[in-house]
């Protein structure tokens, strides 16, 4: 069982197109729990439509906004799968990711995995651009660059972390934990995960970005100096790769 974890606020315009990509896995012995971050738009109630079509469909609404950290944790603390995914509530799965993505960690015995990422803007215009999966990417990569898309990973249960609150790039947080622990990530360097680059996402303000970046770094440990080198090296990755983006698609949100 795989338990695909999606907190949404506010994504009405999105959140359709996400779940159906779910629904069309090739592989289909999955839950997905939506938690609904009291959204003041239709998100909740799209998201219940969908429930009651199909029972593999959890709805959890939270009765104030909590964020995305505590709404994934949530989410996290009612799956019942060995492995589980995190799906944005405006991104879309290609419908093999799910099966592909489980049997190349069977076959490898990897305890967290990511594929490599397509992007669309927020008018669905597709870039050139894809941020490839390397077959190995260890703790002292991800510390460099993150390549790791968050609704491109899947992880085993037994070895997920708490998603940290607070201002920082939470998944990038838990995956530098993990990868501390468990030494690598394995790629699947194929274009499984469809990433939306919307207007008003927290990470899309490069200054904002960076210090989140910053805090991150401080958040697993690392000292003032070193986390300002690390900062420097994140965001003139963030700045390369966002630069390729553009220029293979034209004019993007940003």
Not at 228 to 240: K, M, P
Request: hydrophobic share 40%; with cysteine.
């Amino acid at each position: 069982m795989i338990s695909i974890i999606m907190s949404a606020y506010c994504a009405e315009a999105t959140i359709r197109e996400s779940i159906e990509s779910v629904i069309a896995q090739t592989y289909s012995t999955w839950e997905l729990i939506v938690i609904n971050d009291a959204s003041t738009d239709a998100t909740g109630e799209i998201a219940e439509a969908f429930a009651e079509y199909d029972d593999r469909i959890c709805v959890l609404s939270n009765e104030t906004n909590q964020g995305i950290a505590t709404s994934r944790n949530k989410g996290i603390s009612h799956a019942s799968g060995e492995y589980l995914a995190f799906l944005d509530s405006d991104d879309i799965w290609h419908e093999s990711k799910l099966e592909k993505q489980l049997r190349q960690m069977t076959e490898t015995n990897a305890k967290i995995s990511f594929t490599a990422t397509a992007y669309i803007n927020t008018a669905g215009q597709a870039s050139e651009y894809i941020l490839e999966a390397e077959e190995k990417f260890t703790y002292k990569n991800l510390l460099r660059r993150n390549i790791m898309s968050c609704s491109s990973i899947m992880v085993r249960r037994d070895c997920m972390i708490p998603f940290p609150k607070g201002f920082m790039h939470e998944d990038y947080a838990v995956w530098l934990q993990i990868l501390k622990n468990t030494h690598q990530a394995h790629g699947l360097n194929e274009p499984l995960l469809i990433y939306r680059l919307g207007e008003n996402t927290k990470s899309s303000n490069r200054i904002s970005s960076a210090k989140m970046a910053y805090f991150t770094y401080r958040h697993v440990g690392f000292g003032k100096l070193a986390a300002a080198i690390f900062t420097l090296r994140y965001a003139l990755h963030s700045i390369s790769k966002r630069s390729l983006i553009k220029r293979k698609t034209g004019r993007l949100s940003h």
